[in-house]
């Protein structure tokens, strides 16, 4: 049986946003703002939409949600994330610690609590 966590607790807000697309990682980056994240930043939540202009978007900034990941796959339980620069995140043992439930290596992505 596949488990989906797909919306489990999610919360959200709308920012205004620059070259951010759905399902990347992003920052906080200017009052009211988010943009996307370098490798090895922080992020604070997955874009979740982005209006047709894309001048706005939906950020998830609590709950499970589902990210694409490079490099070596994540530890399940808690570990460290950070983004990869590329939309993503990366397991990073300096990155902020996040509660992995579910990894797939096959479509390389990852689900943790925000």
Not at 35 to 54: K, R
Request: net charge negative; charged share 10%.
């Amino acid at each position: 049986m596949k488990l989906s966590y797909e919306g489990i607790g999610q919360w959200a807000a709308t920012f205004a946003c620059t070259g951010v697309s759905e399902g990347s990682v992003v920052k906080v980056g200017a009052n009211g703002t988010v943009s996307a994240c370098a490798a090895g930043e922080a992020f604070c939540g997955t874009v979740s939409s982005v209006s047709h202009g894309g001048e706005a978007c939906s950020v998830v900034l609590g709950g499970l949600v589902t990210a694409a990941y490079s490099g070596i796959a994540p530890t399940l339980g808690y570990g460290g994330l950070s983004a990869d620069g590329q939309g993503g995140v990366k397991a990073d043992t300096s990155g902020r610690s996040y509660l992995i439930v579910d990894m797939d290596t096959g479509t390389k992505t990852v689900t943790f609590v925000l």
